[in-house]
């Protein structure tokens, strides 16, 4: 294999694993993704889009010097038309969220800090600060949701590797915490009292809708505190940027991928159409080539009709030799009789009329049909000549006279083959006959047409 | 079960937002490509 052949499916190796990735990230497997695209990259790192959706990923998951590492090689090597420059432009623009998200990160370290001195309640407090603002931080959700559980606070435990499983169902560490988390006692018993309290929480809301009936149209002041209000704006904020990116990268890639498909439907569509014209041509081109087939028969049969040789003027020619023949002209009419096929023709009438011909003219008798041939030839009418020593050979096969002015006839005719032929029969067949040494003598003339 | 002292030292620290200059600059960033070029070009294959 060739290092370009190699290269090549180098390539298309990083691109099924870059659509491995995206379906993963799709479906929130984000632990998943990360390693499909992570493989992506190690193929081909320039492979610009799957190291963007990287990016993407990490800062789903909360680690956002990964996603900005990514998106900023992504820039670096791709400068033009890179959606990565966007991310970070607008990661540029909220820099104070940027700060507070970093400030969280410091949190998560100095906790990592404070375990190590043993600070265990304040590394709690410094990653419940550091969770409550970084939503989305799963490593530290992680740490707390640990932490919890090595405490015994099962209900805070569960509540925070809810959290993070929301966040990446499918990651391995989160997914064991909550199995060990549910084999506790303590586990058992906090879902206890969720029910209870779910069931005393229906049980009020039951009694408070009559209450409501009572109080409808008392207005009861409500009471937030100042600070909630741009909390709430910062978290809609952040959101909206990450929703607009998961939404460009998980959104866009299939509204994309769904318009190819549909392109790909619309051509399979128009080859099927065409497919189908195709076929209606060949079954067109196939009946023109039958209807051309019928048309040569029937002309070929026509032919047999209308033709020099055809039945027609077989019906013609013993039509005027009867005519010919009732006039008194015998020759004439045995003229016009040798020149008819009467094989073309299986009409009992024809047949009848033929061979009530053939009596009359005594065409049977060979003295008749040879002498007829002779005056033909001495008249030179060759052809007829021709027809009746044929016939004074069917009576009389052992006739070499007949054959021999059949092949001057042939020779006057223009036909030499045919001469030479006959000739060469005689030569062959009667080789006493009186006149062979003539017939040497023309075989030597037409030599040219020996075989 | 867990053993919690264990696993809490599987939790590194996370950079920070200044370290992602170092972050970039260090990363290796040598992908199966490459390899396979290095090692086209050390048999005499050169760059396809």
């Known amino acids: 294999m060739s290092a370009q052949t190699a290269q090549e499916k180098l390539h298309r190796l990083s691109l099924a694993y870059y659509n491995e990735g995206l379906e993963q990230a799709r479906v929130r497997n984000l632990t998943g993704a990360v390693g499909s695209l992570q493989m992506s990259l190690r193929c081909d790192k320039y492979n610009k889009d799957a190291r963007n959706l990287l990016g993407l990923v990490y800062f789903a998951t909360g680690e956002l010097v990964s996603a900005v590492s990514e998106w900023v090689i992504s820039t670096d090597e791709f400068p033009e038309d890179n959606i990565a420059a966007e991310y970070l432009a607008r990661l540029q623009k909220h820099d104070s969220w940027l700060d507070r998200m970093n400030g969280c990160i410091r949190k998560y370290n100095q906790a990592l800090r404070q375990l190590e001195s043993g600070e265990e309640d304040v590394a709690v407090l410094s990653l419940k600060s550091c969770v409550g603002t970084f939503k989305n931080f799963l490593r530290a959700l992680q740490l707390l949701g640990l932490l919890y559980m090595k405490r015994g606070e099962t209900g805070r435990a569960l509540k925070i590797l809810k959290r993070a499983l929301e966040i990446d169902p499918g990651n391995p560490v989160s997914q064991r915490y909550m199995q060990e988390l549910k084999e506790t006692e303590g586990y058992r018993r906090e879902i206890r009292r969720v029910r209870r309290d779910k069931r005393r929480a229906a049980e009020a809301s039951a009694s408070e809708t009559e209450a409501d009936a009572y109080r409808a149209d008392v207005i009861i002041p409500t009471y937030r505190e100042t600070g909630m209000l741009w909390k709430m704006a910062l978290v809609l904020v952040a959101g909206l940027i990450l929703g607009a990116m998961i939404i460009y990268y998980g959104v866009m890639p299939e509204i994309v991928r769904g318009v190819k498909r549909e392109a790909a439907d619309t051509v399979i569509s128009y080859n099927s159409k065409l497919a189908m014209k195709d076929a209606e041509r060949e079954g067109l081109e196939f009946e023109v080539s039958q209807l051309t087939q019928d048309v040569e028969k029937l002309t070929a049969e026509l032919e047999t009709y209308t033709g020099d040789d055809g039945i027609i003027r077989n019906y013609n020619q013993l039509l005027e030799c009867v005519a010919v023949y009732l006039d008194g002209n015998d020759l004439a009419a045995m003229d016009l009789f040798v020149d008819i096929d009467p094989s073309l023709v299986t009409y009992e009438g024809f047949t009848r009329t033929y061979a009530s011909l053939e009596r009359a003219l005594g065409i049977g008798d060979y003295g008749r049909m040879y002498q007829a041939g002779v005056t033909a030839y001495a008249s030179g009418r060759h052809e007829v000549c021709i027809a009746y020593l044929k016939r004074a050979l069917a009576i009389a096969p052992d006739s070499a006279d007949a054959l021999y002015y059949i092949a001057h006839a042939y020779e006057k005719n223009g036909q030499p083959q045919e001469a030479w032929d006959t000739y060469d029969r005689i030569k062959r067949d009667f080789p006493a006959y009186a006149k062979i040494g003539e017939v040497e003598a023309r075989l030597a003339v037409l030599r040219d047409y020996a075989h | ?48």
Request: no cysteine.
């Open chain 2, 1 to 48: 079960m867990i053993d919690f002292e264990e696993e809490l030292k599987r939790f590194a620290p996370a950079p920070e937002v200044d370290q992602t200059a170092e972050t970039v600059i260090g990363r290796d960033m040598t992908d199966l490509t490459d390899l396979l070029l290095q090692i086209a070009s050390q048999n005499g294959g050169g760059r396809a």
